[in-house]
């Protein structure tokens, strides 16, 4: 009698058990990453290993958080994204504060997208372009000066041309451009018939002129300021 009472009462532990084993498959390879790469602590004969304690899903990521034993060292953990992001083929963010918090994008980035996309913003805004958690911007009111550099054919003057239409289209009646182009002019010459264009300057003799007139115009603005009291092109 004892035995046939036993035999539920296993299978119904057994159900219990194995229904709260409901752990991704992304946390099974990071804990094969884990033991793989010993990321864990002695503890005598047994190795310790960071436990998860949540796991968060949304449409564009998953989140792991982790439980981390005392005494593993953060310089174990810094080369996990680079070995998560090969294993798993995707995007993986790896940051370590209290607790280790394991990010794994669900889309790849955009190879292309398109100029059409870009939503409207209120303000002195540009698009700087698009990853994996939305749209970014660069807030001309926040940070009032920019700098772009990079390689050649990496794509500086793309952007700089993308950034004018944003203003263009959006500022129609309050953007001025002073544009420098020693490229000859072949760059941005097509631009010179626009309102919003006040001068191109395609050789250094030009330049020299521009900045002058930027100099002139600079000097005329912060002498309005003084006698209006701004301290900055945001008080106006």
């Known amino acids: 009698m004892w035995e046939l009472m036993a035999i539920p009462v296993l299978t119904s532990a057994a159900a219990l058990w194995f229904g709260r084993n409901t752990s991704s498959e992304e946390h ?3 804990q094969q990453t884990f033991e793989h ?3 864990h602590v002695k503890d005598g004969k047994n190795n310790r290993y960071p436990q998860l304690v949540r796991e968060c899903k949304s ?3 998953i989140k792991l958080i982790y439980r981390t034993p005392l005494a593993l060292e953060e310089k174990t953990l810094r080369t996990l994204q680079q070995i998560l992001s090969v ?3 995707q995007e993986v963010n790896v940051s370590f504060k209290k607790w280790l918090i394991i990010e794994i994008a669900k889309h790849k980035m955009p190879s292309y997208v398109s100029y059409q996309e ?3 913003r209120k303000g002195w805004m540009v698009p700087l372009g698009k990853n994996r958690q939305g749209w970014h911007f660069h807030h001309f009111d926040h940070t009032p000066h920019t700098t772009i550099s990079g390689t050649t054919r990496f794509g500086k003057t793309v952007m ?4 004018m239409t944003y203003l263009i289209e959006h500022h129609p009646q309050d953007a001025q451009f002073m544009i420098i182009d020693l490229k000859g002019g072949l760059e941005f010459d097509r631009y010179k018939n626009l309102q919003q264009v006040k ?3 395609s050789n250094p003799i030009e330049a020299l002129y521009a900045l002058k007139q930027v100099q002139k115009d600079m000097k005329e603005r912060m002498d309005r300021f003084k006698r209006e009291g701004w ?3 945001v008080d106006t």
């Not at 700089?160 to 950034?163: A, D, E, L, P, Q």
């Open 199 to 201: 001068r191109i300057a």
């Open 28 to 30: 099974r390879v990071i």
């Open 87 to 89: 294993t798993l083929d």
């Open 59 to 61: 449409t564009k990521q």
């Open 231 to 233: 301290s900055n092109i």
């Open 118 to 120: 870009v939503p409207y």
């Open 160 to 163: 700089m041309k993308v950034m």
């Open 37 to 39: 790469y010993h990321i």
